[in-house]
């Protein structure tokens, strides 16, 4: 799988990650029900002291996690056909790695938080967490192949 096709892919699961965090902001926000499709309990969450962050709603921060994470794979995305991406926007690829890597410990965290603190899951929250974690491995799989091409070669005998 070429490194562009990975980055189309986390492309399109920040999108989807964006829409549900809009979603959840928008329904919690307007005072409507928040529909729970696989679990029960998803008002619970979402009533609870954990639905924010220094006074704003994690769908919030969510939705704003993934426009970063959107944005970033697009602009990998259209740079990634240059043969020269990889060393002149490698930080750019650092912190797109460091972002997708906070994004899946912080999912993992608030997932401990519904099933040990909370005591309810949120459906839109574990959807949250199957898409983060299938952004993280295109991140895994570009990062093993940028390593592969961007490693010194080692002198021969």
Known sequence: MRIKTLFGIALLFAVLGLLNAGFVYV?????????????????VVQASSYAY????????????????????SLFLFIISSRAEWNIRYIHILRV???LVAFGFLFSWYLFA???????????SCLFSLIDVIFITASAIVVRRRTCIRTAPETPKP
């Open 96 to 98: 797109w790695f460091l």
């Open 27 to 43: 329904r919690v926000q307007s005072g409507g029900p928040l529909p729970c499709f696989v679990v029960s309990g998803c008002d």
């Open 53 to 72: 962050l220094f006074g704003v709603p994690l769908s919030l921060w969510g939705a704003l996690y993934y426009a970063l994470v959107a944005f970033s």
């Open 113 to 123: 938080l519904q099933a040990f603190i909370i005591g309810a899951f949120c459906s």
